[in-house]
């Protein structure tokens, strides 16, 4: 604790004092009433109970005035002077600058210069710049850090808790940003403006907005002559990185390309505090008609008008935006006759409103063009299923239709040939079919058998087992399938009455008695020749 009051001898924490880096490095210039109503909003209700508003003030700005005298002495802010009701004014250094960069994650080439000698004459206009400010941001309380406080103070921050949000936050809010007509963005040159806030909040719908802020001080010609500045600008093109030209402005901030539909350029919003000698009711009526060509749009049949090239010119006052917020109908734009909230009043809800008609329309044209598409579809789908239903075959034995599965297998392949055995059948028929066929081929080996030969020769068996003549024993089926009597009668075997055994003692008897001639036997020559003297195969009978 020694070390830490040594570093920070106001006893500061690290939250209060980034409180101060985000709120002066957007803003440049502010109050530590300023700072704490914009980082801190719960303080604003927990010192209710004091006795003066003075000492109000003081009870929920002391953590942040330590905060501001902790940066003071380490060379981050300084004092700027003061306001014209006797607040003092801070403001950062270069160094502060440097780290209020890493706080708000902008590069330090955006933060700006410093706002010294912003103070010397009650720097009016740059305190109307942050109540406008406030005015959009709304800033909500944390109810956590009231947790232990009154059911009174709970009760008061609550309601501002339900009451309609604002836009953004701190980091959506740049001040004092040149828009430079001639030279470049680090170096602007001549003819170019400069707007008091531009803010980029495209998560609540409002990517891109310039706020420019009077004390009414400014005449409409004038005010005139800097909406002309800020033409200029929107119409400046420069070539962007990948060579090709593009809007100066949208090379650094990613509006959409549209703006409600139109092509418009970014919309600017002028805030009137009422603190000058002239009446705003009168200057924004004669500003809108001195104006009218940069914001007049070209009506269309659908009641609606389009902006392409022109800039949306919006007006309120500081005391109506501070009541009612941007939620508020309090915004005027130019070439309206009633009051909007600022989203409705930048965008053109008029056309909106034709497009999502237009889209209604054509969303219903559609399905009605798609209804009509079905039923040709199925009207077509019926007729054809009817004109192959006259098609479908019927089966030539029971009458019945063909299924699909067995039409398809009945077609006829690419060669006229039915891919189906039995073509004209249903299943049931077919089955029926075939198990006849199969009972047919079953009979039919029963049947003697037709040999066909090379010769158109065929067997014929005998309906008896032939029986050998000499040992009186059955041809066994190989010895009778040899003896067949072929087509002509006769049988290939030299000796069909005998049975294997026989055949064989036979031939071998043969061969002793005339060795040599047996070959003509072999040869299929039948018996040697008879020789002169007698028969020589009488010995051999019995």
């Keep these: 604790m020694a070390g830490k009051r040594k570093n920070n001898p106001a006893g500061s924490t690290n939250s209060y004092r980034g ?6 490095g957007a803003l440049k210039v502010a109050t530590a009433d300023q700072i704490q109503r914009i980082g801190a909003p719960h303080l604003s209700f927990r010192h209710a109970g004091k006795e003066t508003p003075s000492k109000q003030k003081q009870a929920r700005t002391a953590s942040h005035t330590g905060a501001l005298s902790d940066m003071r002495k380490h060379g981050l802010s300084e004092n700027g002077g003061s306001t014209e009701t006797g607040d003092s004014l801070r403001n950062l250094t270069l160094k502060g600058l440097e780290a209020a960069c890493y706080e708000l994650r902008r590069p330090v080439t955006e933060m700006g210069p410093t706002a010294r000698g912003a103070g010397s004459s009650g720097a009016s206009h740059p305190m109307a710049v ?39 936050s701190i980091a959506s809010y740049r001040t004092e940003v040149p828009l430079p007509a001639t030279g470049t963005w680090n170096a602007p040159g001549k003819g170019g403006a400069q707007a008091d806030l531009v803010l980029t909040a495209p998560q609540d719908q409002v990517p891109l907005l310039f706020i420019e802020v009077d004390n009414c001080h400014e005449s409409a010609e004038e005010l005139a002559d800097k909406l002309e500045k800020y033409a200029r600008f929107f119409r400046r093109e420069v070539k962007d990185t990948d060579g090709r030209e593009r809007p100066m402005w949208r ?19 002028l805030v009137f505090n009422r603190v000058g000698e002239r009446n705003p009711d009168r200057t924004v009526p004669r500003l809108a008609e001195l104006t009218r060509h940069l914001w007049q749009g070209q009506r269309q049949k659908g009641g609606y008008h389009h902006y392409d090239g022109r800039i949306p010119i919006i007006a309120t006052g500081l005391n109506q935006l501070r009541e009612h917020g941007p939620e508020g ?37 559609q399905e009605e063009y798609q209804a009509q598409v079905r039923r040709a579809a199925q009207e ?12 479908r075959p019927v089966c030539a034995g029971c009458g019945a239709r063909f299924t699909d599965e067995r039409w398809e297998v009945a077609q006829v392949t690419d060669w006229g040939a039915p891919k189906d055995s039995h073509p004209h059948l249903c299943d049931d028929c077919k089955q029926k079919a075939l198990a006849a066929e199969r009972h047919a081929a079953a009979k039919q080996e029963h049947r003697e058998p037709v040999r066909r030969g090379a010769e158109q020769q065929s ?72 020789k002169a003297g007698g028969t020589w195969l009488s010995r051999f009978r019995r």
């Design 380 to 391: 077509q789908a019926a007729k054809k299923a009817a004109e192959r239903e006259v098609r």
């Design 329 to 365: 109908p309090v915004f005027l734009r130019f070439g309206r006759d009633h009051k909007q909230p600022l989203r409705e009043a930048i965008g053109n809800p008029r056309r909106e409103a034709a497009d999502a008609r237009a889209r209604e329309e054509a969303k219903a044209h």
């Design 19 to 24: 409180d101060v880096l985000r709120v002066l």
């Design 130 to 168: 942050n109540e406008t400010v406030i005015a959009m941001l709304r800033p909500k309380p944390n109810m956590a850090k009231l947790a232990d406080d009154p059911p009174h103070v709970q009760a008061a921050a609550q309601a501002a808790v339900d009451a309609p949000d604002g836009i953004g």
């Design 251 to 269: 090379t650094r901030w990613s509006a959409p390309d549209t703006w409600s539909g139109d092509a418009a350029y970014p919309p600017v919003l």
């Design 459 to 530: 067997f014929q068996r005998s309906p008896h087992r032939p029986v050998c003549t000499e040992c009186g024993a059955s041809f066994t089926d190989e010895r009778w399938k040899v003896t067949e009597r072929v087509g002509w009668g006769a049988s290939p075997e030299l000796r069909p009455h005998l049975c294997g055994g026989c055949n064989r003692r036979f031939v071998a008897d043969l061969q002793q008695a005339w060795p040599g001639e047996h070959r003509h036997e072999e040869q299929g020559q039948g018996v040697p020749e008879q």
